[in-house]
């Protein structure tokens, strides 16, 4: 995977703005991008308009004991949810997952999802261009990528192999595989929000694919999907997806493709030849 960037720092004026007061030390995951302050954590804001406040107010609106919690949002004295391009939030301790704990992180994400099946679909989703944007509106169908040669070869099978599917759709995380944190008796958390439009089985099946390429020791595909037959068609276009945000996020000094390469190749056999044991095949 291309490498995360240094963080950049909050200038003391947001942290005044937002009322929080302690030493900035960037944190790990992610895009490398959060700082925690104290008792809170802070990152860049979301480039598309509105989308930062919208994820907010999202958050403030989610019910407690759900089977998941979120870090509450902070606001500014004014009510901003962004200050000079920075967000807030509560910091909550945990382990982050997922190795050893995919059903825990499936567990979560159906639970999340739950919450979230009345929440509108927001206007924003249309504006964004960014990798992983266009990544999932590639895997959809609803646009077209070019990919780097390295990638070539494992694009077009899995563009073979996608069929049409249906799903009702509606507001997803679709980043849940490293961003949900546990703790021993406690509800897990769910952090760093990735809004997408799309069947709540999509996102189960980017972490399960998420586990295929780079995790050890990787999950079954039987974590997740619960039986469902639309299961493999979702798995490819989890695929497709990674792909090609990862073609997206590269840059010409990359020396990792033919090992990438080599990953999507295995985790696409490993759907095709998937244990669905009399199920059947979409």
Do not use: C
């Amino acid at each position: 995977m291309p490498e995360q960037p240094s963080a950049i720092l909050p200038p003391r004026s947001v942290l005044d703005a937002f009322g929080v007061r302690g030493i900035r030390e960037p944190l790990t995951g992610g895009q490398g991008r959060s700082v925690r302050v104290g008792g809170a954590v802070l990152k860049p804001a979301e480039r598309t308009e509105g989308e930062s406040e919208w994820a907010a107010s999202v958050f403030e609106r989610l019910p407690r004991g759900a089977g998941f919690r979120v870090p509450r949002p902070l606001r500014s004295a004014e009510g901003d949810a962004v200050v000079e391009g920075w967000t807030a939030a509560e910091f909550i301790d945990g382990r982050p997952g997922p190795s050893r704990q995919w059903p825990g992180v499936v567990a979560v994400g159906r639970a999340f999802h739950a919450a979230l099946r009345e929440v509108p679909r927001p206007a924003f989703l249309d504006r964004r261009t960014h990798p992983w944007a266009v990544a999932d509106r590639v895997a959809w169908g609803e646009e077209g990528a070019a990919v780097v040669p390295e990638l070539a070869e494992p694009f077009a099978h899995l563009l073979s192999l996608r069929r049409p599917v249906e799903g009702a759709a509606q507001v997803i995380h679709g980043d849940l595989t490293g961003n949900v944190l546990f703790s021993p008796g406690q509800d897990p958390v769910v952090i760093d929000f990735s809004p997408y439009w799309r069947p709540p089985l999509y996102a189960e099946a980017v972490v399960i694919v998420d586990g295929l390429l780079w995790y050890e020791p990787a999950p079954s595909l039987l974590v997740g999907g619960g039986g469902d037959p639309r299961w493999r068609q979702m798995l490819i276009r989890a695929l497709i997806f990674r792909l090609v945000a990862l073609s997206g996020l590269v840059d010409p000094s990359w020396r990792a493709g033919e090992k990438e390469a080599a990953r999507f190749l295995a985790a696409t056999e490993a759907v095709e030849r998937g244990t669905y044991e009399g199920r059947g095949r979409p």
